[in-house]
């Protein structure tokens, strides 16, 4: 068993910086891979970004790529998504999850555990 908790969402401008984080807790973190997904009102869920257990490989979706840096720090169990030139269209709630099965994990079927989330709205 896994527990996560986001932390870091509020309102910014178009423009701004964002650092969200998410402690985890019951398992060694760096045991397990790790990721971050959005969800938009009235979209799926998508993904964002993946780091592997190690934090030595990283993925990006695309809308994303060059913006946001996802890394961790195991001695903390804590996941970071570093958000720069945030843009109205990356307004969402935003969730880390938790891979125990791969050491980097693209697919939202892919995650075995899931924080409750934590806004993010940027204005324009």
């Known amino acids: 068993q896994v527990q996560l908790v986001e932390s870091g969402g509020e309102l910014v401008q178009a423009g701004g910086s964002l650092r969200l984080s998410c402690g985890a807790s019951g398992r060694t973190s760096s045991s397990y891979a790790m990721g971050w997904f959005r969800q938009a009102p009235g979209k799926e869920r998508e993904f964002v970004a993946a780091i592997s257990r190690s934090g030595v490989v990283t993925y990006y979706a695309d809308s994303v790529k060059g913006r946001f840096t996802i890394s961790r720090d195991n001695a903390k169990n804590t996941l970071y998504l570093q958000m720069n030139s945030l843009k109205p269209e990356d307004t969402a709630v935003y969730y880390c999850?938790?891979?125990?099965?791969?050491?980097?994990?693209?697919?939202?079927?892919?995650?075995?555990?899931w924080g409750q989330g934590t806004q993010v709205t940027v204005s324009s």
């Open positions: 999850a938790v891979s125990l099965g791969a050491d980097l994990a693209l697919a939202r079927g892919g995650y075995d555990y």
